[in-house]
């Protein structure tokens, strides 16, 4: 749809992101330089069935400028052309809007930079309307228009040797604006807030009813606990019971542990018994069988010697 209808009635606001407002001039009197603001504010009524009661207008922050280029940025916003410090904004405010042709209207308005203000007639066409899939009516216009720079004081200048100059004094203002109305974008962030607030309730309730199981839960856990040991009160004794037996018998074990060192009588006859067990477990041979001792009496432990490294008796180091 590229037509002005009775759909386009009412007030419509730019979209900076999809909206550029720009300009281009001749460098060197060869080539082009092309730059524009950033940030672009604008709104428009639209009156469909008397265009001349259409309003249109733009403001754009000076400070915004961007040529790709930081050093001639710096100087575009000195006091050499549109000193921001003193004019941070360039604005246009319509006076009038006629139709000159199906979609094609011209806007005429003022234009203010710096300290000048200038009336200018800017030709536009109307792209297109469509909806976008946010379910915004959105339109979209373009537009361009030359203006003599040092009608509003832009006059700064370097001449070339060849008689030419190093900025143009013509510059084109260039517009490609995409607008959507306010109805539309008020009634898209309400449903937005909506959901949001429809999601953030739901994660409470969410919460609430994990918290209040985790409870009940809990509570039930602990009456459990309760319940057993009311219903067995000597568990515990029984419990006590047990590990000081536990412990006895550990006790009784150490006591009898065969581990401990015999005397040396009882070291014999532990020999023997040990001896005469493997004895009856081997094959007889032709080698020579360890004497057997009566386990009747006791045998006399050999004395034991004295070893070289002690000093013999009575001897005095």
Known sequence: MSVLDASMSGEWVFDPSHSRVGFSARHAMVTKVRGAFNEVDGRMYVDPDGPQNSTVEVRLAVASVDTRNGQRDDHLRSADFFDVETYPEIVFRSTSVDEV????????????????????????????????????????????????????????????????????????????????????????????????????????????????????????????SDAETAADPTGAENAHAQGAEANAHAQGAEASDPATPATGVEALAQYERSAQHEGSAQVESDAPVAPQYDQRQPQPVPAQQPSPWEPPPGHQY
């Open 101 to 224: 042709e199906d979609d094609t209207y011209m806007v005429v308005g003022d234009l203010s930079i710096r300290d000048v203000t200038k009336q200018v007639a800017i030709p536009i066409t109307l792209v297109g309307v469509e909806r976008d899939p946010m379910g915004n009516l959105r339109a979209g216009f373009e537009g361009t228009r030359r203006v003599d720079r040092r009608d509003f004081g832009l006059e700064w200048n370097v001449p070339l040797d060849t008689g030419g100059v190093l900025v143009s004094e013509k510059i084109t203002l260039e517009f490609d604006i995409s607008a959507v109305r306010t109805e539309d974008a008020a009634a898209d962030g309400a449903v937005a807030s909506e959901d949001a607030d429809q999601v953030e309730g739901a994660e409470q309730a969410d919460g609430a009813q994990q918290a209040e199981g985790a409870e009940q839960a809990e509570g039930a856990e602990q009456a459990g």
